[in-house]
């Protein structure tokens, strides 16, 4: 959790900014409040303007239509001329065109193999699929929303009344979501919320029990969301039949079948089937596995300018780390890695890889025409006054989090994670969709960097909070976990914060330590990403 003792005001410095690469011809102010007018960097270069923190400052004198530079890569063009020591912002900025999908470099980059990292080991739970769980949790799936209300009174019952003496099991959840019925249920693009769900059913934090509310008439008809061969078999007690036919059971309570007279009728089913998975679940115990059994997902949120100097750079060192463990490591958000599409084409494994990479773009960038936007509708009013001038700017600093190992896979929207290793998982960059997704490619822990500051959290999966700045991080002690600032006052490195987060994640999927998001209980709702119409 983050230090509850960091002073309340920080310390005063002089003019600091920070420069990202030889031929940037713009870099960031990094100190504290911002400068004014007038201040004088030690290399003599002079304000201009009233600089914010984390906004951009010119090093050059730009003529209109010079290239603005920073991570060496173009991010806009001068609309007017910006003298040395200016304040350069989206305002004075003509965003570059798409990178084309055509002609992308597939697979030419070929890092030096790293030597495995070995001995790291956490304490989870061992699902007899081969999985494991960092957390040991009963979730209620709901094939439709109007049952929310029902499984939500269901679930406080069952918290109160029959929690208690299971002292195992770390929590119960409802996984409730705004699909189910008045959708195109047939339609081609349907099949992303229906597997997604599926999967989330089966999360390795779920121990293999699947256990279903419908409410009877929907269109997402409990056999359709979970077809016999989806549960994966658990013992005896939950096998439909034998042989080598032989499928998991579905539990499932439909609260308009004739046999429930009111509504604690209702509630007294959820709460007899809970208790049956509440018992199993409560046998298990915690072993020792290695490292590489860690299915971790990242992601960034209220984003901004530091975000690609701090914290998103230290995930991309632990990012390496957890691959050389030979855990998987999945990075996401198709509209803040589009811009970059060149730079990760040339790391994939394979030209297989490559081509998934550019088709997930391609139906992207088909799915946003349809809606008449573009990328550029990414980058929120928050980014913005936090320096990021544009969604190019912005998924620079968003694909370090990916660190440099090849990407060895593509994970559909909504599809399970398959191979070990870095996984490029397509999902849109809302928050709250990316985490609901990488919870449905099997996730078990989650790393979510931010900026602006968030109290993001999910109940089905921990989720480690890591500040980009020191200044949030004082304000927002209780829910920050790591202070990746420091790397930018110069108290850390990129490795030293990579080094803690590694380690972080590992007393956290061992239950050793709670996140702040945990302690509080701050869980935001699944939300499924339904391409398909709504009828």
Same mark, same amino acid.
């Given at each position: 959790?983050? !230090?509850? %003792?960091?002073?309340?005001?920080?310390? &005063?410095?002089?003019?600091?900014?920070?420069? +990202?690469?030889?031929?940037?011809?713009?870099?960031?102010?990094?100190?504290?409040?911002? =400068?004014?007018?007038?201040?004088?960097?030690?290399?003599?270069?002079?304000?201009?303007?009233?600089?914010?923190?984390?906004?951009?400052?010119?090093? #050059?004198?730009?003529?209109?239509? !010079?290239?603005?530079?920073?991570?060496?890569?173009?991010?806009?063009?001068?609309?007017? @001329?910006?003298?040395?020591?200016?304040?350069?912002?989206?305002?004075?900025?003509?965003?570059?065109?798409?990178?084309?999908?055509?002609? /992308?470099?597939?697979? #030419?980059?070929?890092?030096?193999?790293?030597?495995?990292?070995?001995?790291?080991?956490?304490?989870?739970?061992?699902?007899?699929?081969?999985?494991?769980? #960092?957390?040991?949790?009963?979730?209620?799936?709901?094939?439709?929303?109007?049952?929310?209300?029902?499984?939500?009174?269901?679930?406080?019952?069952?918290?109160?009344?029959?929690?208690?003496?299971?002292?195992?099991?770390?929590?119960?959840?409802? $996984?409730?979501?705004?699909?189910? *019925?008045?959708?195109?249920?047939?339609?081609?693009?349907?099949?992303?919320?229906?597997?997604? =769900?599926?999967?989330?059913?089966?999360?390795?934090?779920?121990?293999?029990?699947?256990?279903?509310?419908? $409410?009877?008439?929907?269109?997402?008809?409990?056999?359709?969301?979970?077809?016999?061969?989806?549960?994966?078999?658990?013992?005896?007690?939950?096998?439909?039949?034998?042989?080598?036919?032989?499928? @998991?059971?579905?539990? &499932?309570? *439909?609260?308009?079948?004739?046999?429930?007279?009111?509504? +604690?009728?209702?509630?007294?089913?959820?709460?007899?089937?809970?208790?049956?998975?509440?018992?199993?679940?409560?046998?298990?115990?915690?072993?020792?596995?290695?490292?590489?059994? /860690?299915?971790?997902? &990242?992601?960034?949120?209220?984003?901004?300018?530091?975000?690609?100097?701090?914290?998103?750079?230290?995930?991309?060192?632990?990012?390496?780390?957890?691959?050389?463990?030979?855990?998987?490591?999945?990075?996401?958000?198709?509209?803040?890695?589009?811009?970059?599409?060149?730079?990760?084409?040339?790391?994939?494994?394979?030209?297989?890889?490559?081509?998934?990479?550019?088709?997930?773009?391609?139906?992207?960038? @088909?799915?946003?025409?349809?809606?008449?936007?573009?990328?550029?509708?990414?980058?929120?009013?928050?980014?913005?006054?936090?320096?990021?001038?544009?969604?190019?700017?912005?998924?620079?600093?968003?694909?370090?989090? %990916?660190?440099? @190992?090849?990407?060895?896979?593509?994970?559909?929207?909504?599809?399970?994670?398959?191979?070990?290793? $870095?996984?490029?998982?397509?999902?849109?960059?809302?928050?709250?969709?990316?985490?609901?997704?990488?919870?449905?490619?099997?996730?078990?822990?989650?790393?979510?960097?931010?900026?602006?500051? #968030?109290?993001?959290? =999910?109940?089905?999966?921990?989720?480690?909070?890591?500040?980009?700045?020191?200044?949030?991080?004082?304000?927002?002690?209780?829910?920050?976990?790591?202070?990746?600032?420091?790397?930018?006052?110069?108290?850390? %490195?990129?490795?030293?914060?990579?080094?803690?987060?590694?380690?972080?994640?590992?007393?956290?999927?061992?239950?050793?330590?709670?996140?702040?998001?945990?302690?509080?209980?701050?869980?935001?709702?699944?939300?499924?990403?339904?391409?398909?119409?709504?009828?």
């Amino acid at each position: 959790m983050a !230090d509850s %003792s960091l002073p309340s005001s920080p310390p &005063v410095r002089p003019p600091h900014r920070i420069h +990202m690469h030889a031929a940037d011809n713009v870099a960031i102010v990094a100190n504290d409040g911002g =400068l004014k007018a007038g201040a004088a960097f030690a290399d003599g270069l002079v304000l201009v303007d009233n600089v914010p923190q984390g906004h951009k400052v010119s090093l #050059t004198d730009l003529a209109e239509g !010079d290239a603005v530079v920073r991570y060496n890569v173009v991010i806009g063009y001068a609309l007017k @001329a910006i003298p040395r020591g200016s304040w350069v912002h989206e305002r004075l900025l003509q965003m570059p065109a798409a990178r084309e999908l055509e002609g /992308l470099p597939i697979a #030419t980059v070929k890092p030096p193999v790293q030597p495995p990292l070995e001995g790291y080991t956490f304490e989870g739970y061992r699902n007899l699929d081969g999985s494991v769980g #960092t957390r040991n949790i009963l979730a209620i799936t709901q094939t439709v929303q109007c049952v929310a209300g029902v499984v939500d009174f269901a679930v406080q019952r069952i918290k109160a009344e029959l929690l208690p003496k299971y002292p195992n099991v770390d929590d119960v959840v409802g $996984l409730s979501h705004s699909y189910g *019925c008045g959708v195109a249920i047939d339609a081609p693009d349907a099949i992303i919320p229906i597997r997604t =769900l599926r999967n989330i059913s089966l999360n390795p934090n779920f121990g293999g029990e699947v256990m279903v509310i419908s $409410l009877g008439c929907e269109k997402l008809q409990p056999e359709r969301l979970l077809p016999p061969g989806s549960i994966p078999l658990v013992d005896e007690r939950n096998v439909a039949d034998i042989g080598e036919t032989a499928n @998991a059971k579905l539990d &499932v309570v *439909c609260l308009q079948d004739d046999a429930h007279v009111g509504f +604690m009728s209702m509630i007294d089913s959820i709460m007899r089937q809970a208790e049956e998975h509440l018992e199993r679940l409560n046998a298990r115990r915690r072993e020792t596995v290695p490292a590489s059994e /860690l299915v971790v997902g &990242v992601q960034c949120g209220g984003s901004d300018a530091f975000s690609g100097v701090t914290a998103n750079p230290a995930v991309g060192f632990c990012t390496d780390l957890l691959v050389r463990a030979g855990a998987t490591v999945m990075f996401s958000e198709v509209t803040e890695v589009r811009d970059g599409i060149d730079q990760l084409t040339s790391r994939a494994t394979t030209p297989e890889v490559a081509d998934a990479m550019i088709r997930e773009m391609a139906w992207y960038d @088909a799915y946003l025409d349809r809606g008449r936007v573009d990328r550029s509708a990414n980058t929120t009013p928050g980014n913005k006054k936090g320096g990021l001038s544009n969604i190019v700017e912005k998924a620079m600093g968003s694909i370090v989090k %990916s660190g440099s @190992a090849p990407i060895s896979g593509v994970v559909p929207p909504g599809e399970k994670a398959r191979q070990k290793g $870095l996984l490029y998982a397509a999902t849109p960059a809302s928050d709250f969709i990316c985490g609901t997704l990488q919870l449905a490619a099997g996730m078990n822990l989650h790393v979510f960097t931010t900026g602006r500051g #968030t109290p993001y959290g =999910l109940a089905e999966v921990p989720v480690i909070k890591v500040a980009t700045r020191s200044d949030l991080a004082r304000r927002w002690h209780d829910l920050m976990d790591v202070n990746a600032g420091r790397i930018a006052d110069g108290d850390a %490195s990129i490795e030293d914060v990579g080094w803690e987060m590694f380690r972080l994640m590992l007393d956290v999927a061992s239950g050793r330590k709670k996140t702040w998001a945990e302690q509080w209980k701050l869980h935001n709702a699944l939300v499924l990403f339904n391409p398909a119409p709504v009828t």
